[in-house]
């Protein structure tokens, strides 16, 4: 149930996961195959499909949903911004994934940025 620290507490097997990380050090195939696996363990093999991912350097963002529901998903948008350095160096920034889910428009951000900024 654990990943590096991170927890599913609730027993409620939810429709969408959005799930963000930053200073990740694995690949961002094995961190969405840790993902998926800990919500199977969690909720009895309940399987969740990928709506999208996306990496900057080491920050990550990861959207599941229900097998069930996938269908009902559409118009899916990536977008990556970077502000480190000059807005030009990837290691602070962020990374989003949007899409609607029937009627409903739904975006996630994932960031990580300069301390006192």
């Avoid at 097997?13 to 990740?24: F, K, P, R, T, V």
């Avoid at 080491?58 to 990536?78: C, D, M, T, W």
């Avoid at 990556?80 to 994934?97: E, H, Q």
């Amino acid at each position: 149930d654990h990943i590096s620290g991170f927890s599913v507490q609730q027993k409620v097997a939810h429709d969408i996961y959005a799930i963000g990380s930053q200073e990740a050090n694995i690949t961002e195939k094995d961190w969405v195959n840790l993902i998926k696996r800990a919500l199977a363990n969690r909720h009895h093999g309940l399987q969740y499909n990928v709506v999208g991912s996306q990496t900057l350097q080491g920050i990550r963002i990861v959207v599941l949903a229900k097998q069930e529901h996938f269908n009902k998903i559409s118009n899916p948008e990536y977008s990556i911004v970077k502000t480190g350095v000059g807005g030009m160096v990837g290691n602070k920034g962020a990374v989003a994934i949007s899409f609607c889910f029937g009627s409903t428009n739904m975006a996630f951000v994932s960031c990580h940025l300069a301390a006192r900024a």
